[in-house]
T-cell receptor
Framework: AQSVTQPDIHITVSEGASLELRCNYS??????LFWYVQSPGQGLQLLLK??????LVQGIKGFEAEFKRSQSSFNLRKPSVHWSDAAEYFC??????????FGAGTQVVVTP | DAGVIQSPRHEVTEMGQEVTLRCKPI?????LFWYRQTMMRGLELLIY????????DSGMPEDRFSAKMPNASFSTLKIQPSEPRDSAVYFC?????????????FGPGTRLTVL
């Protein structure tokens, strides 16, 4: 069955430290891949996307993600987190037009 | 440029009442999506439209839910009658007709509470 997995439900990171959020997918072919962020009480905002080409993708707010076909992964990274990065992060995949499938999300807490 | 607009932002109603949620997609986008977010089930796609036509409504939970898109700039999601288990945040998203059309832009959501 097609699926997208975010293994970490909750991550706590110190301000200034690096952050990596994991995402694995299971599809027959390489889908389109996305990371969204949701701040409390807000809608989802697109951080970055991968369709094809360079496997290291740069996004907004200093985030990047790397697509690894061999591992069926699309992990999100940020070298130095800010308190404003505290939010919930969703990995999403789209094997076909319109059918975005979301992971369960990873809640990020940033400590001083 | 205005993003996806949803109204109301918050809705509290009693069980059995009709609820109508509204969405205005980004101008020029030709695909519109309705999602529901709950703690238990996460983000679920309910239905999506392309050029105002419903394409896939397999995520609509039951007949109490219906969605319409009478024109390119307006869509509604209706629940009649509402039940406490319908309490959730409902998001509308739109997608452009150019390029892959896969990228979706989300509205701020409507938080529905059914008592």
């Amino acid at each position: 069955a097609q699926s997208v997995t975010q293994p970490d439900i909750h991550i706590t990171v110190s301000e200034g430290a690096s952050l990596e959020l994991r995402c694995n997918y299971s599809y027959g072919a390489t889908p389109y891949l996305f990371w969204y962020v949701q701040s409390p009480g807000q809608g989802l905002q697109l951080l970055l996307k991968y369709f094809s080409g360079d496997t290291l993708v740069q996004g907004i707010k200093g985030f990047e993600a790397e697509f690894k076909r061999s591992q069926s992964s699309f992990n999100l990274r940020k070298p130095s987190v800010h308190w404003s990065d505290a939010a919930e992060y969703f990995c999403a995949v789209a094997p076909a037009r319109g059918k975005l499938q979301f992971g369960a999300g990873t809640q990020v807490v940033v400590t001083p | 440029d205005a993003g996806v607009i949803q109204s109301p932002r918050h809705e509290v109603t009693e069980m059995g009442q009709e609820v109508t949620l509204r969405c205005k997609p980004i101008s020029g986008h030709n695909s519109l999506f309705w999602y529901r977010q709950t703690m238990m089930r996460g983000l679920e796609l309910l239905i999506y439209f392309n050029n105002n036509v419903p394409i896939d409504d397999s995520g609509m939970p039951e007949d109490r839910f219906s969605a319409k898109m009478p024109n390119a700039s307006f869509s509604t999601l209706k629940i009649q009658p509402s039940e406490p288990r319908d309490s959730a945040v409902y998001f509308c998203a739109s997608s452009p007709s150019s390029g892959t059309g896969i990228e979706q832009f989300f509205g701020p959501g409507t938080r529905l509470t059914v008592l």
